[in-house]
């Protein structure tokens, strides 16, 4: 009997590919007949994790139970789950209702039980007429239909999904997103989705769980995920918004772009930095920018029409860039008034004031950290070996276009814009640390860089416990 509320239980994943770790320390519990979807960028690991659950893949570490029972050795055939990929891997040679009855004659079921079960899940994918049509003949989203139609026909108590819909056009995209959250309604089973489409995810799902970089980043409703994403990550990816440095100065009170706000925010600190969101939608322009009432002054920049709105880069007074989304078309290169409300403004601890390494004296001005050897300001004590905690501003690393030019190399994984900045996360090619940059120059996710740091940016601590 499974004693916990939840199908599916994931505790504490792991999986590397070589040196680069894929899944890192992943926990997830489902609840039974719930829409999950897994959302992330290109790369963060949200296929692994599907066929970690489907048993595709082996974990290093950690376990899957399935209904309360560890599944870790369990192999893909006796999970009672189903997989759909993004290629329908149909068989060309069976037509529709052949390639649905496969499973089922493999399990030597009665031809009439067949018959039955078949005929039912083609109505529930809407493809009651097709059933003796070749499957080469059927549209992308008609053989879609069919590659789902084969999984459940097994009647999984799991179905998982993995961007089954990302080879079709827009159209049939928002089609099939419909009908797949009819069919999990009615079909009551659990679902667990993979996208990097986060219109995709906040439509269809109950529970959204944002992943980046092997690690899961939040788990949430869509509304929630939207209002009060944890981390800027999660904000610049679910939806536009315009995320920027602030300064907590009290309860309900925070400073940015050199304005003070109210807020509705309390016990985050007094003058604590945090970071702050506001949606696009959520900024209200004025025409006229000496209207009493506005609480910043600007320009609009850009003005794009996009079918139901406008949207806007208006440039404040004081050089922050801000997309803003309104009904009414401002023109390129009016002066306006703009209002932020209290509500509006979602404010967020930071995770991280500046980057901390740990390294090892090299000898009295040189140490071992990232990989490479920086030469740093003299440290009279050190003979080499100490143990040391290195820490660096943001703005004091340096990315070198010529990586020759810089102590070690590292890629760029996330860039953030900030509003008068960019804030980066690059990873260290060899040691995979990450490494967190604030620059004024424009690069590109997967750009190859060099790491430079000033010795005089670099702030030693010895460690205490260090002989
Ligand atoms: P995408 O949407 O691009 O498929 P994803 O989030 O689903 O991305 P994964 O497919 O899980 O990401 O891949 C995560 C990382 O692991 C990628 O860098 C990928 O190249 C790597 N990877 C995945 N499978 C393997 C494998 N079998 N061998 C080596 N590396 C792998």
């Known amino acids: 009997m499974n004693k916990s509320n939840f199908i599916i239980e994931l505790k504490n994943i792991t999986k ?5 770790v894929v899944l890192d320390n992943v926990s997830l519990n489902v609840k039974k007949g719930e ?4 959302l992330g960028p290109s790369g963060c690991g ?7 659950i489907a048993g595709f893949v082996t974990p290093d570490e950690g376990q899957i139970h399935l209904n309360g029972e560890l599944i870790n050795d369990v192999p893909p055939y006796e999970r009672q789950l189903n997989t759909v990929f993004q290629r329908y891997a149909l068989f060309p040679h069976l037509n529709v209702y052949e390639n649905i009855a496969f499973g089922l004659k493999l399990q030597n079921l009665p031809k009439d039980e067949i018959e039955k079960r078949v ?3 083609l109505k529930l994918v809407s493809m009651s007429d097709y059933e003796w ?5 059927l549209s992308g989203g008609q053989q879609q239909r069919v590659a789902i139609a084969r999984a459940i026909v097994n009647r999984p108590q799991v179905l998982l999904l993995d961007e089954p819909l990302a080879a079709l056009d827009l159209k049939m995209r928002h089609d099939m997103q419909m009908e797949l959250k009819e069919m999990h309604k009615n079909l009551g089973i659990t679902f667990i989705y993979v996208t990097h489409d986060q219109e995709e995810a906040l439509t269809l799902s109950d529970t959204i769980v944002v992943m980046n970089d092997g690690v899961i980043q939040q788990v949430g409703t869509p509304i929630d995920i939207y209002n009060e994403p944890v981390n800027p990550f999660v904000a610049d990816f679910i939806g536009e918004s315009n995320i920027l440095n ?5 309860d309900r009170k925070v400073e940015f772009m050199n304005h003070e706000f109210e807020c509705v925010d309390e016990n985050m600190g007094v003058n604590a930095p945090v970071d702050v969101v506001v949606r696009p939608e959520d900024i209200y322009i004025l025409p006229d920018k000496d209207n009493p009432a506005a609480m910043l002054t600007g320009k609009v920049m850009t003005s794009i029409f996009k079918g139901v709105h406008y949207e806007m880069t208006v440039v404040t007074d004081d050089g922050y860039e801000l997309m803003i989304q309104d009904y009414n078309c401002f023109p390129v290169g009016s002066e306006v008034g703009l209002i932020i409300r209290p509500n ?3 404010v967020m601890k930071k995770v991280r004031l500046h980057n901390t390494f740990s390294g090892t004296m090299a000898d009295s001005t040189h140490v071992k950290m990232l990989g490479g050897v920086f030469e740093c300001k003299e440290q009279s004590w050190a003979e080499g070996g100490e143990e040391v905690e290195v820490t660096v501003a943001f703005k004091a690393v340096d990315m070198m276009d010529d990586t020759e030019d810089g102590t070690v190399d590292a890629d760029v994984q996330v860039i953030l814009y900030m509003g008068n900045h960019y804030h980066l996360r690059i990873r260290t090619l060899e040691t995979r640390e990450p490494v967190f940059v604030d620059t004024n120059d424009i690069w590109d996710e997967g750009d190859i860089v060099g790491i430079k740091i000033l010795p005089k940016d670099i702030k030693i601590k010895k ?3 260090e002989a």
Not at 133 to 137: A, I, P, T, Y
Not at 246 to 250: D, K, L, N, R, V
Request: glycine share 2%.
């Open 16 to 20: 590397s590919f070589g040196n680069k």
């Open 35 to 38: 829409f999950v979807t897994i």
């Open 46 to 52: 949200k296929t692994t994790l599907l066929r970690s």
């Open 119 to 121: 005929r039912k899940v």
């Open 133 to 137: 049509r070749d499957v080469e003949s």
């Open 246 to 250: 602030a300064t907590m100065i009290e």
């Open 344 to 346: 509006d403004i979602h």
């Open 463 to 465: 460690l205490e416990n």
